[in-house]
């Protein structure tokens, strides 16, 4: 086990405390001094996997750096002679420079694309910056580019292989649901109901207009009722009225289980909820206990 790096930072030396350099060369690469490096010779990581930054958040921080200086380094490696690359730090170069500043702290360290990639990645997912497409991307990239396999990234990046299986699995979507993801319109949970499923788009379109919650979006594409599933299809044989149906349908998507509404001509009638098991029970008793309050 490698000695915990000091002078970094709490959220940097989380990333350096359990890492074992390979051999002595790549121990010896490894730099724990803080330096000052203008901020010009410093470039954005291209295998940075977090592609959106919040504009008001880094002008938050930005107004922080103003008044406080950059307290965690900025994590780089070096590129040239007069040249660095950002492993990880990103947002706090971008804010220094709206904030105007010349000269940034940051922390050498020599690793290769492989090694930048992971430790970019890992650095985001701890602070919980990347959206859910933005990590299935960095998960792909590391797989297919670097040759890694899912069990390794469970290990390193401390998540669980089903975890990184379902998070790959957004990148399957078609470009329409991405860009809806990535910009906030879905939840990565939205888009992992959405896989490969006909009529996705039109569906992730009703989602988000109806503003549904992952579970009722997932109880959507189970039954699709607005898409004619086999009970709607009977619905219709029945002669069943259009107002029921509807009503039928927001009821089951506002609470994620399956409604029928029996009316009769004389607009009697009976509503029937069914339930699987004992969390939708639960779910149906605590609907009609807060209705009837």
């Known amino acids: 086990m490698a000695e915990k790096f000091r002078g970094l930072g709490k959220g940097l030396t989380s990333l350096f405390g359990d890492f074992t350099p390979a051999n002595n060369e790549e121990a010896k690469a490894i730099s724990n001094v803080t330096e000052k490096v203008l901020i010009h010779l410093i470039n954005p990581n291209p295998y940075q996997p977090r592609k959106d930054f919040n504009e008001n958040l880094l002008a938050e921080l930005a107004e922080s750096i103003k008044q406080q200086g950059i307290i965690q380094p900025i994590l780089v490696r070096k590129k040239g002679p ?3 690359e950002i492993i990880a730090g990103e947002r706090r170069w971008r804010a220094a420079q709206l904030a105007k500043v010349h000269e940034v702290p940051v922390v050498v360290i020599n690793l290769d694309d492989k090694k930048t990639l992971e430790f970019a ?3 985001n997912i701890q602070r919980s910056d990347l959206n859910g497409l933005e990590e299935a991307m960095g998960y792909e990239n590391l797989i297919k580019v670097h040759s890694y396999s899912q069990e390794t990234l469970s290990k390193i990046l401390g998540k669980s292989r089903s975890h990184i299986a379902n998070t790959l699995r957004l990148t399957t979507l078609p470009d329409e649901i991405k860009k809806m993801i990535s910009g906030g319109l ?5 888009g992992r109901a959405l896989v490969n499923i006909p009529n996705n788009i039109k569906l992730a379109k009703i989602i988000i ?3 549904l919650s ?3 979006a997932e109880f959507l594409v189970k039954k699709e009722p ?3 599933s086999k009970k709607d299809k009977l619905s219709k044989d029945l002669n069943k009225d259009s107002n029921s149906r509807s009503l039928e349908n927001e009821l089951s998507l506002q609470m994620g289980i399956s409604v029928e509404i029996n009316n009769k001509k004389n607009n009697s009638g009976d509503i029937k909820f069914s339930y699987k098991n004992l969390e939708q029970l639960n779910r149906i008793i605590d609907v009609l206990k807060r209705h009837f309050r």
């Open 82 to 84: 007069e040249n660095y």
């Open 121 to 123: 990645l890992l650095e």
């Open 186 to 190: 879905l939840t990565a949970g939205h």
């Open 209 to 211: 207009e109806k503003n």
């Open 214 to 216: 992952v579970r009722q």
């Open 226 to 228: 607005i898409f004619g």
